[in-house]
């Protein structure tokens, strides 16, 4: 866990952070369809995080279609999950290239992707 994402739930510990965590892996692709994720236990002790934080993320997750979770298979991505194309995740690493060059902070470049993505859709 050397991401700045998991960075980020390591300090906040909050499941918003740790959803958006995994969420990010599954839909860049890093996580593909049918692959385990760590179990409640151990992603709270890799995030340092109460293991309701980790559950309340993987509720979330499953309710969003990303994961299942089955008895005695544990929790998966879900199947048929489509990550972004590999277009969109290229243009996307090129930007966030180009922000770590200049020490653009992680939270302003979300903020300024969330105006641009508001205009886009509004024209």
């Known amino acids: 866990?050397?991401?700045?994402?998991?960075?980020?739930?390591?300090?906040?510990?909050?499941?918003?952070?740790?959803?958006?965590?995994?969420?990010?892996l599954i839909m860049s692709g890093r996580l593909g369809a049918g692959e385990r994720l760590p179990t409640v236990r151990q992603a709270a002790a890799d995030f340092g995080v109460a293991p309701g934080t980790v559950q309340k993320a993987y509720r979330t997750l499953e309710s969003d279609g990303l994961i299942v979770t089955r008895v005695g298979s544990g929790t998966?991505?879900?199947?048929?999950?489509?990550?972004?194309?590999?277009?969109?995740?290229r243009q996307l690493r090129a930007l966030v290239d180009a922000a770590v060059a200049e020490d653009v902070a992680?939270?302003?470049?979300?903020?300024?992707?969330?105006?641009?993505?508001?205009?886009?859709?509004?024209?």
Do not use: C, I, K, Y
């Not at 998966?76 to 995740?89: H, I």
């Not at 992680?106 to 024209?123: F, I, P, S």
């Open 76 to 89: 998966r991505v879900a199947p048929g999950v489509s990550a972004l194309s590999a277009d969109v995740t």
């Open 1 to 24: 866990m050397t991401d700045a994402a998991a960075q980020t739930v390591q300090e906040n510990g909050s499941t918003t952070d740790l959803h958006r965590f995994f969420r990010g």
């Open 106 to 123: 992680v939270e302003t470049l979300a903020d300024v992707l969330r105006v641009m993505w508001g205009d886009a859709r509004t024209t």
